[in-house]
């Protein structure tokens, strides 16, 4: 009998894609909260869940739902804080992905979640409106007007790639 | 600018690095311990018989494995067996790591740690029970240890028993030889097993 896999193989092949939605989603700072907080209480749940079931799909629906208590707690606290001086993307990212990364993040909550789970998930836009609650084609345009915000923002990205090169 | 270009740069821009990911998961190992719902626990060791891999769950070791036994497919059986919730935690494992250490440097002749047999059932696990009685340096026959686990015809039954030990190393079934004066068989192979008894006769 072959059952599931272990959990740590779980965490090796989706850790990365889901930080990543943590950090498009909530930002740089809260996003290791939301990417622990995912993954202990998908590791809690991880011998019941079906053994066909789609791993990155459940995950990305755990971390929304994470997302979305992060988001709420912070804004009970209200309380506005400066952003840290050394966040976990600066010690990598260039200042365009900065911009790039934080104007995600700034994109309204449908955009960004649509973004997120489509094009860093890829969850096809049928899984997101079944996690978001709502119509596939909704989703397929929120996930369309955000890449359009985001094309408007940083128009040069194709030209700069290319000087790379 | 096509959606795919941009869409990279996020991905690239989104990316955490190899350590902050390490940090992640130990941070995750640790509250899974403190919620008790760090089932096994596992890290691997280096040692003069090759990478060893050590699985503990809460009860102890529960398994140690060579690497020729394949260590994700040993994972894969403790999945199976045991539970999925499994993740590397040095933590749980540092007591036998360092016992090993001692060991393999001679300075430690009988290992301490709890162990959890649940791998071993029925006369297996009374065979492997009488194991730590072969003393460190001594060898023993497969006729005296079936002689020792009080069925003196069950020659055969203690190979199989030393064969699908889950605690090799640990509890001595290198110690078991053949009544000819061969080694017999190891299921870390031959050569772990001389190289474990010379490091014995040489302490």
């Known amino acids: 009998m072959e059952g599931k896999q272990p959990f740590d193989t779980v965490v090796a092949t989706h850790s990365a894609t889901v930080l990543r939605v943590c950090r498009a989603v909530l930002g740089p700072v809260d996003a290791d909260d939301a990417w622990s907080e995912t993954f202990l209480s998908a590791m809690k749940a991880y011998p019941d869940l079906p053994a066909d079931a789609n791993v990155q799909a459940w995950l990305v629906t755990i971390a929304h739902r994470k997302a979305i208590d992060i988001t709420r707690a912070a804004a009970r606290?209200?309380?506005?804080?400066?952003?840290p001086p050394d966040t976990p993307t600066a010690a990598t990212a260039d200042s365009r992905d900065l911009d790039l990364a934080s104007a995600l993040t700034g994109l309204p909550g449908k955009q960004k979640q649509a973004v997120a789970y489509h094009y860093l998930a890829g969850l096809p836009y049928a899984d997101i409106a079944a996690i978001l609650g709502g119509r596939t084609d909704a989703v397929r345009r929120a996930a369309a007007d955000g890449i359009a915000a985001l094309r408007r923002s940083h128009p040069d990205a194709a030209t700069r790639r290319a000087e790379l090169r | 600018m096509s959606t795919s270009d941009l869409t990279g740069e996020l991905i690239c821009a989104l990316a955490g690095d190899p350590g902050h990911l390490r940090r992640l998961h130990d941070r995750l190992a640790a509250a899974a311990q403190a919620d008790g719902i760090?089932?096994?626990?596992?890290?691997?060791v280096d040692s003069?018989?090759?990478?060893?891999?050590l699985a503990a769950t809460d009860l102890g070791l529960v398994r140690v494995a060579y690497a020729s036994e394949d260590h994700d497919k040993v994972l894969q059986v403790l999945a199976d067996r045991i539970s999925p919730r499994i993740l590397r935690a040095p933590g749980r494992l540092d007591a036998t790591a360092r016992e090993l250490e001692e060991y393999f440097t001679g300075r430690r002749h009988s290992f301490d740690v709890p162990l959890d047999?649940?791998?071993a059932a029925g006369f297996r696990s009374t065979v492997l029970h009488h194991l730590p009685e072969i003393r460190y340096g001594q060898t023993a026959t497969y006729a005296a240890v079936a002689q020792l686990a009080g069925n003196p015809q069950a020659v055969r039954a203690v190979g199989t028993a030393c064969a699908t030990n889950p605690l090799p190393?640990?509890?001595?079934?290198h110690r078991v030889v053949r009544s000819d004066g061969g080694l017999g068989g190891y299921l870390g192979g031959v050569d772990a097993k001389r190289t474990l008894l010379t490091l014995e006769a040489a302490a």
């Open chain 1, 77 to 83: 606290r209200a309380i506005p804080v400066a952003a």
């Open chain 2, 38 to 44: 760090l089932d096994i626990a596992y890290q691997t």
């Open chain 2, 48 to 53: 003069p018989v090759g990478p060893l891999l």
């Open chain 2, 117 to 119: 047999w649940r791998l």
């Open chain 2, 169 to 173: 190393v640990i509890v001595p079934c």
